[in-house]
């Protein structure tokens, strides 16, 4: 089926068209046209002058000009919502991208929930880091974003849309949506990547503080200059399950801290030693992705 959304393109300048076109079709309410589109010059019926229409399965928008339906803009998916891809890596390897290597940013995903239910959403989509198609699932900035709440932990059931790597928190439940097979943890300083390790999906993710350790981790930078190669891990120990990490001690998950320790005392970078120093006491966003 086809979606389309109504503009006058007469009543525009001719400079804004393609800006108005891609805005419409974000901004619209979707309706469905009956029939199918196969070439271009189709006619169309001449009160839908100025209408774009989306075949579904194709990355292609099409505009009802002079009675016949002509190309217009070709989009890749996940850039708008109508064309959202399943997950980052889904978008990452899609065919009908028009992009050969897809940027870093945020996507549209159709994520739907295992219990069924739909649910879109704009996700941040690393593209890079060991070859891309990874989807931020949580992160937290810390001291930076105010008193610590239950609702930040990364098994957490509250939903804050993680679309960016700016100092904040935000946390998708239900991660198994994205029908993971790998997770990563990274840490950034203001959004320069400083370590980041991958490993199995852990199931747990989405229900205890265990889902944040790495299965069979595996080192895709660290730029640390202490406890370099030493793989994060969560911490099990002051109420700061799915919270705070360790780069110091595997296997332990307590005693040690890169993150938060008791009393969500500041310990940014203790065990990595940013800079040199041991308490850099410097901005850190943590991060989980799954692809």
């Known amino acids: 089926r086809a979606v389309t959304k109504k503009l006058d393109p007469m009543t525009l300048p001719a400079p804004l068209l393609a800006v108005s076109f891609l805005a419409l079709i974000i901004a619209s309410e979707k309706r469905y046209a009956s029939g199918q589109l196969t070439e271009p010059g189709q006619s169309c019926n001449g009160r839908r002058e100025g209408t774009t229409v989306e075949i579904r399965g194709k990355s292609a928008v099409w505009v009802c000009r002079s009675g016949k339906w002509i190309p217009f803009q070709p989009i890749s998916p996940g850039q708008v919502e109508f064309l959202a891809g399943s997950s980052c890596k889904q978008i990452r390897d899609d065919p009908s991208s028009t992009c050969s290597s897809p940027r870093s940013g945020a996507y549209w995903v159709d994520a739907t929930r295992c ?12 593209m890079e880091m060991d070859g891309g198609g990874w989807s ?25 849309a993680c679309t960016d790597l700016e100092t904040g928190w935000c946390n998708v439940p239900d991660k198994a949506r994205f029908n993971p097979s ?22 747990n993710l989405d229900y205890n503080w265990s889902g944040g350790i790495l299965m069979d981790p595996v080192k895709l930078l660290d730029d640390c200059r202490s406890n370099r190669d030493v793989f994060p891990e969560p911490i099990n120990e002051y109420n700061l399950g799915g919270l705070a990490f360790d780069k110091h001690h595997p296997y332990r998950y307590h005693s040690n801290c890169d993150t938060l320790t008791k009393g969500y005392e500041e310990c940014r970078w203790r065990d990595c030693r940013l800079n040199g120093r041991p308490y850099s006491d410097t901005q850190m966003t943590y991060a989980i992705y799954v692809r």
């Open 182 to 203: 790998e997770m990563a943890i990274a840490a950034y300083h203001n959004k320069i990547l400083i370590y980041a390790y991958k490993g199995l999906y852990n199931a």
């Open 136 to 160: 931020l699932v949580w992160k937290h900035s810390y001291r930076e974003v105010g008193p610590i709440i239950d609702a930040m932990r990364y098994y957490s059931s509250h939903f804050r």
């Open 115 to 126: 219990n069924g239910s739909a649910q879109n959403m704009q996700v941040y989509c690393d």
